[in-house]
């Protein structure tokens, strides 16, 4: 597998993006703006009791969609493709964040610096998931992997009504320290904005009493998480292991309809987004068409409900770089790989005639 750099990729297509592409876009907070209008409008008529449960039930639903919405905006804000001040970039990103309880220095850490920076390098990305070796000899890995989201694994869809929450908690308690994602200092400043936001939340659910807690934050949190596990799992989850930052190799776009683009800030575009971190997601149609025109046998691209439908019928340990086991069945998968160049015509064909991107299936074998 013939890998290539980060920078490869990104000096190819700098020249042909206009310079306006890599200038904060701070129109994107109007999108928090309204997330925050909604779940404060839902908090109000649900401690009010307007409507009964049905009126608060929908109103759930709606806190819920926010709360993504506003992870989606504080993921931008926090790369610095809203606002460039670093004391404003925490100041939102902290709002954005809220919902979830993420720390924005801790996710900085985490997932600008060491994610970015290692995506899919086994032992080192945190967001990937063990090798065989690993899961045989850590105890955590083996509790981790019965708990994915996965080949048989019937408590998988608890990952994705949890899984976002789960994971930030898990970096900053257990792993930020031991593995230098933080020094000292910085790690306690994340444990503040970590317990202040259990204190908004503590505070929240004191004035509105328990019952109308459930529907304005219990229920929507788990709507939320349900909605970010989705795009991140789909991320890398399905991607090979290596030694090369390869976003075309490590990385998987996802489509959705234009609407749910527009409204989670064009977040499934998920390989442009790793060629260039720091550029609004805004640009990600521009980005993949030129990754297309320029690569198009590369580019892996599929739709976010087949992305999701793999991962449930795929193992999420790694026997080795390129190949996906369940380790008590020694079933295995193949993992995504982009295609050969004989489908560059194909590719090319089928973005002139849908604007849509190539589909790379995983196909199972038995081990």
């Not at 890998?3 to 701070?26: C, D, I, M, R, W």
């Not at 649900?46 to 639903?61: K, M, N, Q, R, T």
């Amino acid at each position: 597998m013939d890998s290539k750099p980060v920078s490869f990729y990104a000096q190819a297509l700098k020249a042909e993006l206009p310079a306006n592409a890599f200038a904060p876009v701070p129109s994107r907070l109007a999108w928090l703006a309204l997330h925050v209008a909604v779940i404060v409008a839902g908090t109000i008529v649900v401690a009010h009791g307007w409507g009964g449960w049905p009126v608060a039930l929908a109103c759930a639903l709606a806190i819920g969609h926010s709360f993504a919405g506003c992870a989606f905006v504080g993921h931008e804000t926090l790369h610095g493709a809203v606002v460039r001040d670093k004391t404003w970039r925490y100041v939102v990103g902290w709002i954005c964040f809220l919902p979830f309880n993420v720390a924005p220095r801790l996710w900085v850490a985490w997932h600008n610096r060491v994610h970015h920076g290692n995506t899919m390098i086994d032992g080192i990305d945190p967001d990937s998931f063990p090798t065989l070796a690993t899961y045989r000899t850590n105890k955590l890995s083996r509790i981790a992997d019965a708990l994915g989201f996965g080949y048989r694994r019937w408590a998988g869809p608890v990952t994705l009504l949890l899984g976002f929450t789960g994971q930030s908690q898990q970096v900053l308690w257990r792993l930020a320290r031991p593995l230098a994602y933080l020094p000292k200092r910085e790690h306690t400043m994340a444990v503040l904005e970590t317990l202040l936001g259990f204190a908004v939340w503590a505070t929240v659910g004191v004035l509105v009493g328990g019952h109308a807690f459930l529907f304005v934050f219990v229920i929507p949190l788990c709507l939320g998480n349900l909605i970010v596990t989705s795009y991140i799992l789909t991320n890398h989850s399905l991607s090979p292991l290596g030694h090369v930052n390869d976003p075309l190799v490590n990385s998987l776009s996802v489509t959705v309809p234009r609407v749910v683009d527009m409204l989670h800030l064009n977040f499934g575009f998920h390989v442009e987004h790793h060629l260039f971190p720091a550029m609004s997601s805004k640009h990600g149609p521009a980005v993949r068409d030129l990754l297309i025109k320029h690569w198009p046998e590369r580019y892996q691209s599929m739709s976010l409900v087949r992305a999701l439908y793999t991962l449930a019928t795929t193992a999420r340990v790694y026997r080795d770089a390129t190949t996906l086991v369940d380790p008590p069945t020694g079933r295995t998968w193949p993992t995504l790989l982009p295609g050969d160049p004989a489908k560059r015509r194909a590719a090319e064909a089928l973005a002139a005639e849908s604007h849509e991107v190539p589909v790379v299936a995983v196909a199972s074998t038995e081990g």
